[in-house]
């Protein structure tokens, strides 16, 4: 086994919801937007190497190679308005990584917390592998 997989604390998505969200308003969409305040639980994990299962869900009709990881199926994901922005997590990896939806995978991966930049998802998984 390696240093690197020894060194990844394992989360969960109940772990992700220590979060709450507040309205304000965002002068580039003028409307308020949802953001979130994290919570201890989440804020002791943010900036480590942490590993996460979850469903992947490719978001390429964005014009991008997009992945996002849900902790929930495709027809039940935030995306499909069925669960919360907490619960869905942007996967930036080196190198493209290929799934098939809905598909549950552990990826390993530096947590970034996003709380103001709306083109991103309030949770980000830097330097993303696959493990698998």
């Known amino acids: 086994m390696d240093s ?13 919801s220590d979060v709450t969200f507040y309205e304000k308003y965002n002068k580039e ?36 190679d997009i992945l996002v990881l849900s902790a929930l199926p495709y ?5 499909c308005g069925a669960a ?9 990896s080196q190198k493209k990584i290929k799934v098939k939806m809905d598909k549950k995978l552990r990826f390993r991966g530096k947590l970034k ?11 980000i998984l830097t330097d993303a592998v696959l493990i698998e």
């Open 113 to 123: 917390l996003n709380e103001s930049d709306l083109s991103q998802l309030n949770y």
């Open 84 to 92: 919360g922005p907490e619960s869905v997590m942007d996967i930036k």
């Open 4 to 16: 690197v997989a020894q060194t990844a604390i394992p989360i969960t998505w109940k772990t992700l």
């Open 29 to 64: 969409f003028d409307f308020n937007v949802l953001y979130p305040k994290f919570g201890p639980k989440v804020k002791a994990v943010e900036n480590k190497l942490v590993e996460i299962e979850g469903y992947a869900i490719p978001i390429e009709e964005l014009g991008a």
């Open 75 to 79: 027809s039940q994901c935030f995306f």
